[in-house]
């Protein structure tokens, strides 16, 4: 953690902030180790380029900090009109009153951003979503651990799933199987999503949910789900062929697998992310499906199912070792099916490595 608030400090100090104030989420519990549910009374901590951290929460969270000599924390009671004095004594404490404080245009909500305004009138409050990504976006070796096991947890629970299906189970059937298995096989049990289990036309909307449709001969069924540990998450996606498919369905799951390792093959540090988009796409393009992958091929993953990098064209954002994102390109065919192929793959000093291992070729369920 001293590690992270150093390097937070130097993030600052490049920036031109003074702090960043952060609500309960990813970027708190990076940053500081502290978990706490967003709810109605804000809980929000400050932490300064100076290295100082305040912390503005409700008393009966109080045990959550009374080993942690390094933050100090501002208490409020049960009423909401004596809130306000607990940020105004927090601002006072690290001179913030004029300051640049930096928030998380994505997560912060105008509850805890008009009690910051309330508490320093003068100061200004900017984006430092930049700043903190890039603390966030290279993985060290414990994230990577914990994000392997969010990948193993996802991919024996899906073997566990298709154990159970049977021909004619619903979509929603299915997902209920999947997340069952996730959590016996030791998913924490905030989901990184609910896993998309689409079969025939169904599967050609990339973000369908599950419905009641029996899944049949000749549909390909996509899955995409994942498993938490330790806060991280995994994020893969594989199709399979219910009973024999057209013989063009079989062909595009053969395409998007090829632009999958294409993909995969691309990333290495030192290249652009746009670099990996193109990769996997060229491949999809080449066989004539272009206009048939509607996304961009990937998104980083962490701590949020979508943080940075995005793999998408253009991408400038250079490739590191550590960085953590999918690739998962997709064909879709409108009325007919689609499938993807989504792996997790790391930045490794020369190349890439997936974490992910599940077989990629079209498997025949039934
Ligand atoms: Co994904």
Redesign the pocket.
Known sequence: MSHRLARLQTALRRAHLDAVALNPGPSLSYLTGLHFHLMERPVVALLSAQGETALVLPELEAPKVADRPNIRPFFYGEDPARWGDAFRRAVEALGLARARIGVEPTRLRVLELRFLEAAAPEAVFPSAAEAIAALRMTKDAEEIAAMEQAVRIAQDALTAALAAFRMGMTEREFAAELVLQLLRHGSEPELPFQPIVAAGPNSANPHAVPTDRPISRGDLLIV?WGATWQGYFS?LTRTFAVGAVEPELARIAEIAAQANAAGREAARPGIPAGEVDRAARNVIAAAGYGDFFTHRT??GLGLDVHERPFIFAGNETVLRPGMTF?V?PGIYLPGRGGVRV?DDVVITADGARSLSTLPRHLARLG
């Open positions: 995409d994020d990937g998104h999918t998962e989504e």
